[in-house]
């Protein structure tokens, strides 16, 4: 395994993670899910990612018995803030209200003393960006959470809570999660950019595009029967962004080729392809299998040649320099 700095800041992740969208306290069961967690830490990975909305707050409650056994110090917990978690007005957002009763219910549901980066999960425009900076600076100082980031926001809301955390003498965000990967590429035009201004990192999720770029889908193919693309239950996100037409299968199909040539699989292929880029601190995979994770870690520390990440821009059609 190989660690990255998130951004410009010291605390090191392992370039693969493990994630708990959809599969701990969902689809995966808590004896399977509790097994996957502590194999990926003896296989190196450090950063465990989670969200208090995945499962309803299942998730973190399987996260934290399967961490029990491990030295908290040995791993970089995440867990994340801002979808609703009840019916009430207040329970849903990044106010102060919200945000500081769901630090406590994470810590609860996790068995933890501290959650090492707190995510606010989408940006909030109801809540002024002075109250949310201060709610996070406080229960830094507290030392409820050691850094703090987001998730799915535009460089120029990045680049604000710099500039406001700089005024109030606050601690700013350290990183951002966004879904990034061959077929999703947007953050490349302004985010990375703006991150890269000040600091911030990138800990990415869906970096196998649902499992498309695993090239297990074939174009004009029936569905494997246990993929997740068959499941009603989890395909939505798929199925929304078309990440399932016969031309992107097609693509992939291509992609497969020149992952062979470069002795890798599909999947290592599309992990190491997010890993070129130096503002990716960690790609954050989920798993059904514990297999599907020893096959994901070994893109850590690969490198892609010039000539191969070319390639790639040429089967994608995507005219944006490939960065080695």
């Known amino acids: 395994m190989q660690y990255r700095r998130i951004g410009k800041w010291g605390a090191k992740v392992s370039e693969i993670s493990l994630g708990s969208w959809l599969t701990h306290g969902g689809s995966v069961d808590e004896k399977n899910s509790i ?38 110090e040995a791993i970089f917990l995440a867990t994340k803030v801002f979808f609703p978690m009840g019916d009430g007005p207040n329970d849903k957002g990044l106010s102060r209200k919200h945000v500081f009763e769901q630090c406590h219910a994470s810590l609860k549901r996790l068995g933890t003393d501290y959650i090492d980066l707190y995510q606010c999960h989408r940006f909030d425009p109801e809540v002024p960006m002075e109250e949310l900076v201060r709610t996070m600076d406080d229960l830094t100082r507290q030392g409820k959470i050691l850094y703090w980031g987001v998730s799915e926001w535009s460089g120029s809301q990045i680049e604000d809570a710099h500039r406001v955390a700089k005024e109030l003498n606050a601690v700013p965000p350290i990183s951002n999660q ?62 929304g962004r078309n990440l399932m037409a016969n031309e992107t299968l097609e693509k992939v199909q291509r992609l497969g080729v020149i992952a062979s040539e470069s002795g890798l699989t599909m999947s290592q292929f599309a992990l190491a392809w997010c890993l070129r880029h130096p503002n990716v601190a960690s790609v954050i995979i989920g798993a059904t299998k514990v297999s599907q994770i020893d096959e994901n870690i070994k893109a850590a520390g690969v490198k892609l040649s010039a000539d191969t990440l070319e390639k790639v821009e040429n089967i994608l059609g995507v005219n944006v320099p490939a960065r080695a």
């Open 178 to 239: 966004p879904c990034y990967n061959m077929l999703t590429r947007n953050i490349e035009s302004s985010v990375i950019p703006a991150c890269e201004r000040t600091g911030v990192g990138q800990v990415v999720f869906s970096p196998l595009a649902q499992g498309v770029l695993t090239g297990k889908y074939l174009p004009e193919k029936p569905l494997p029967a246990d993929s997740r693309a068959a499941d009603s239950k989890v395909n939505v996100f798929m199925m």
């Open 35 to 72: 097994k996957q967690v502590q194999h990926a830490f003896e296989q190196g990975v450090n950063f465990f990612d989670n969200a208090n909305v995945y499962a309803n707050g299942a998730s973190e409650v399987v996260v934290g018995k399967a961490i029990k056994t491990i030295k908290r």
